[in-house]
């Protein structure tokens, strides 16, 4: 189903964001997404996404944006599971990636530039269509 509200939880990075992407991207590319402060209730009509309590989140080993590639179908799509690992070290460290720290930059300029949040996932959508264009293999599909 096309159009549905995801909402996920103010400060909006590098998980939060990677995760709008993926969804807009690849998911539903007419999402309506939704930032919520923190302690505010989710939507009941949306779905959550990269906070606890939401349908879709962390497990002991995983941000969102990993365990989301599996549910969706996308566990195989080498791109995007490169930039898993990308996303995964901004946010718990782990095993050091090399791009991680060129990321880190991008992103943070992202949210310095961006006055809402709106802008900041335009902002980041950029970085995350750059590196998925880098990494994939012109044999994979593109969407979903």
Known sequence: MLGRTWATRRPLWADRLACAWLIRRFIDAEAKLQCLDQGAACPPEAIGFAFEG???????????????????GLGAHAAL???????????????????????????????????????????AE???DLLYEA????????RA
Not at 82 to 88: A, C, P
Not at 135 to 142: L, P
């Open 54 to 72: 939401a349908r879709f989140g962390n497990s002991e080993a995983r941000i969102t944006f990993e365990q989301m590639l599996p549910q969706f």
């Open 81 to 123: 599971v490169r930039i898993g690992t990308i996303v995964h070290f901004l946010e718990v460290r782990g095993t050091p990636v090399p791009e991680a720290a060129g990321v880190q930059t991008l992103l943070q300029g992202a949210v310095r530039r961006a006055s809402r949040d709106n802008e900041l996932l335009r902002e």
């Open 126 to 128: 950029k970085t995350f």
């Open 135 to 142: 990494y994939s293999d012109a044999r994979e599909v593109t």
